[in-house]
């Protein structure tokens, strides 16, 4: 059984910093995207950031680009956003998912596998 196991949210001042991590079990997705997504209370599920399943390629949301890193290790598994000068209206629950194929993807219907999210709540 797939599962995505989000980590490292929590409470955070403004201009601070954060690093989520999410690891997969159940299969190693190392031919596949992946993918970081948010939703705040009443808004659709919004892209974050993309990774292509080397590495190699990545995307942003224009309202992170400069500020946000996403990082892999398919050694391990893993996938990570590095979060630098977080602001309030970056506050939501973050999701990681897979993507159904090799390259990077911004939309949802492109992701295969979701994880359940971790809260992120910036403070101002």
């Known amino acids: 059984q797939v599962q995505l196991v989000e980590s490292g949210g929590g409470l955070v001042q403004s201009g601070g910093s954060q690093t989520l991590s999410c690891a997969a079990s159940?299969?190693?997705?190392?031919?596949?995207?992946m993918g970081w997504f948010r939703q705040d209370s009443g808004k659709e599920r919004e892209f974050v950031a993309t990774?292509?399943?080397?590495?190699?390629?990545?995307n942003y949301a224009d309202n992170v680009k400069g500020r946000f890193a996403v990082s892999r290790d398919n050694a391990k598994n893993t996938v990570s956003l590095q979060m630098n000068s977080l602001k309030p209206e970056d506050t939501a629950v973050y999701y990681c998912?897979?993507?159904?194929?090799?390259?990077?993807?911004?939309?949802?219907?492109?992701?295969?596998?979701w994880g359940l999210g971790t809260q992120v709540t910036v403070s101002s």
């Open positions: 159940g299969r190693t997705f190392s031919s596949r995207a």
């Open positions: 998912a897979v993507g159904v194929g090799r390259h990077i993807f911004t939309a949802t219907s492109y992701a295969e596998y």
């Open positions: 990774i292509s399943a080397s590495g190699g390629d990545t």
